[in-house]
């Protein structure tokens, strides 16, 4: 009995020793580029700050990885997450959207955190200053409406 268990535990170490031979990609390609949403939005530094820390991650072409981030299967749980948060919106593409489409994510944006729905619980247990206090979603939110009216001023 107790080599039996002796035998499962060496296969579950052994397994979990492969398992690290396999990654997903690692997004890692350059941000704030000609199309990047602080080049192309009017943006001050502040909001841009709380955006970079709380939403860069998993909403743009680059992501800041921590260490458990190279353990697989975590890695594979975090990149599911980075592949699905850019597919809805990506800060890396800000000037590639449609007018109507940045000013509907800057809609979404402000409902998003307003619900705290964003940034995603499961990042901020890691993340405790990703989190965003009242005071910052309203930061965001007021940046948020004043871009969206900028742009329909826009010609
Ligand atoms: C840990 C990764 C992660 C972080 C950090 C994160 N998001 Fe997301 N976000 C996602 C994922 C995954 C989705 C798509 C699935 C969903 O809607 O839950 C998403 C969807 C969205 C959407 C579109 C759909 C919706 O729910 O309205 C918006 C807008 C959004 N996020 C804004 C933000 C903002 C703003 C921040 C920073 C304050 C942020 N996110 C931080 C992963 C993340």
Same mark, same amino acid.
């Given at each position: 009995?107790?080599?039996?268990?002796?035998?499962?535990?060496y296969?579950?170490?052994?397994?979990?020793i492969i398992?690290?031979f396999?990654?997903?990609d690692?997004?890692l390609?350059d941000?704030?580029?000609h199309?990047?949403l602080?080049q192309?939005?009017?943006?001050?530094g502040?909001?841009?700050?709380?955006?970079e820390?709380?939403?860069?991650d998993?909403?743009?072409n680059?992501?800041?990885?921590?260490?458990?981030?190279?353990?697989?299967?975590?890695?594979?749980f975090?990149?599911k997450?980075?592949v699905?948060?850019?597919?809805?919106?990506?800060?890396s593409?800000?000037?590639?959207y449609?007018?109507?489409d940045?000013?509907?994510? +800057?809609?979404?944006?402000c409902?998003?955190?307003s619900?705290?729905?964003?940034? +995603?619980?499961?990042?901020l247990i890691?993340?405790?200053d990703?989190s965003?206090s009242?005071?910052?979603?309203?930061?965001?939110?007021d940046?948020?409406?004043?871009?969206?009216?900028?742009?329909?001023?826009?010609?």
């Amino acid at each position: 009995m107790k080599k039996t268990i002796r035998l499962v535990f060496y296969f579950l170490v052994l397994g979990f020793i492969i398992l690290q031979f396999f990654q997903p990609d690692k997004n890692l390609g350059d941000t704030n580029l000609h199309d990047d949403l602080f080049q192309v939005a009017t943006i001050d530094g502040s909001v841009k700050t709380l955006l970079e820390n709380s939403c860069y991650d998993c909403h743009s072409n680059h992501t800041k990885y921590p260490w458990y981030s190279y353990i697989s299967p975590v890695s594979f749980f975090l990149n599911k997450h980075i592949v699905e948060g850019k597919a809805e919106l990506n800060f890396s593409d800000w000037g590639i959207y449609s007018k109507i489409d940045r000013i509907s994510h +800057l809609d979404d944006i402000c409902d998003a955190i307003s619900d705290g729905k964003m940034p +995603l619980g499961s990042y901020l247990i890691l993340h405790k200053d990703a989190s965003l206090s009242e005071e910052n979603i309203k930061k965001i939110c007021d940046w948020a409406e004043t871009e969206g009216m900028r742009l329909l001023k826009e010609e």
